[in-house]
């Protein structure tokens, strides 16, 4: 049977919701969410002065989100032109905003550029991008490390983060000489990003990666140069099956260690420490509400066919990854082995297969859960499909902030 797990929301306001805003619904436990970024925030600084931590806007790009967590202290971590817009219309500019691009176009530089921000390069030739836009470099300058190694607890995005096979980063020769570049052109103060994890809760793999990174710092520091800030970018991870969490001042203690014992061995100045999460602050916090339209029979096997679907929550079908689902109101039930699939028309648009779960109808609402990061940023409108609104619960109180979609939307992009 899969693990129970206590559903934050009280029974009433769920059939409130599905009554006014109808299904498949993204919903968030906003208290738990400030509660956990604010513990996150406090357990981090007391490790390791001057740490900043900065949300991964892909993980949830909702502005409500996002001010509720810039509030608290957090800066914001940016990957394209309209998480920058996004970060602007919030009011989060300047070195509140860390962006880290990929194949990145000299339009997002000058965007970067124009609010200030710092900038992560993904390659050294992008230097000479950077200068010949208003030829000049920006003081604070940040270059993306690819290690050869990376970690991952899903099996299909195994190493692609990180290592020969990833298309991030750059080794260390190419790191030394876009540093030797931009402080040519009048670059100041360096700093390291490595992003090699994706939902890590092995604690072993930041001593590892900390390990590499200084060994990075050293070769700088040979060829003339020092490095004041280390990015160790996001990916702890979540148990998105137990919904347990690691121990995060184990974490940050090791973590602080690692960083002190290096700079002592290499003779180095005890670089400041950024970091990037999003799934681990907003992950756990959000919950997709989808009604079961048919139970379908097919040879030995049962299928509840959602009305959310592979647009609503990429991961499973994509990742093969693993989401908690429960059954609204049948926590008692008996359970059978069953898969829960959606209805695009697509094979792999499935949330689980042979799971055991509570003997359902046509009408319940499944409850998907952990779906507070990487799950409503990553839809697509493949077959039509609409994006589910979002809803923000703060204690007993909700706030619409997203509409659906409609079919209006949907056209209003189209010239003919």
């Not at 190694?149 to 298309?167: F, H, Q, R, Y």
Request: charged letters at 20%; hydrophobic letters at 40%; a negative charge.
């Amino acid at each position: 049977m899969s693990v129970e797990r206590y559903f934050p929301f009280n029974n009433l306001l769920i059939e409130r919701l599905i009554k006014i805003y109808d299904t498949p619904l993204q919903i968030y436990d906003i208290n738990s969410m400030k509660e956990n970024a604010t513990n996150f925030l406090e357990i981090f600084s007391n490790y390791l002065p001057g740490f900043k931590q900065f949300f991964a806007v892909k993980a949830l790009p909702n502005p409500y989100i996002l001010k509720i967590l810039t509030d608290l202290g957090m800066g914001l971590d940016c990957s394209s032109e309209t998480e920058l817009l996004l970060a602007k219309k919030i009011g989060i500019t300047g070195d509140r905003v860390m962006f880290t691009s990929n194949f990145t176009s000299d339009k997002d530089l000058k965007l970067a550029l124009d609010l200030g921000v710092i900038i992560n390069l993904d390659d050294s030739c992008l230097v000479n991008n950077l200068y010949s836009i208003y030829n000049k470099m920006p003081e604070k300058l940040f270059f993306r490390y690819n290690p050869g190694i990376g970690k991952t607890n899903s099996e299909t995005i195994s190493n692609v983060l990180g290592g020969p096979d990833a298309k991030f980063g750059m080794d260390s020769d190419s790191i030394i000489e876009g540093i030797k570049n931009s402080s040519l052109l009048g670059t100041q103060e360096f700093g390291i990003h490595v992003m090699t994890g994706s939902n890590v809760t092995d604690i072993n793999y930041w001593s590892e990666l900390i390990d590499k990174i200084f060994e990075l710092l050293n070769l700088i520091k040979i060829s003339g140069f020092g490095i004041k800030y280390i990015n160790l970018g996001g990916g702890i991870g979540i148990d998105y099956k137990t919904g347990e969490t690691i121990d995060l001042k184990l974490l940050v203690k090791n973590i602080s260690e690692r960083v002190e014992f290096n700079s002592s061995n290499y003779n180095l100045i005890t670089p400041t420490i950024y970091m990037e999460n999003g799934r681990f602050i907003t992950g756990p916090y959000g919950y997709l509400l989808a009604k079961c339209n048919v139970v379908k029979k097919l040879y030995d096997k049962t299928f509840y066919g959602l009305d959310a679907c592979m647009s609503n929550l990429m991961r499973p079908g994509m990742y093969n990854s693993y989401h908690h689902i429960s059954v609204f109101q049948k926590s008692n039930s008996i359970y059978k082995p069953a898969n829960v699939v959606g209805t695009l028309c697509e094979n792999n648009d499935w949330f689980a297969k042979d799971r055991l779960i509570p003997v359902a109808e046509p009408g319940d609402i499944f409850i998907i859960w952990d779906t507070g990061a990487h799950a409503h940023s990553m839809g697509f409108q493949y077959n039509g499909k609409l994006r589910a609104p979002e809803i923000a619960i703060d204690n007993s109180t909700f706030l619409p902030i997203r509409r659906r979609e409609t079919f209006k939307d949907y056209i209003s992009t189209c010239e003919n």
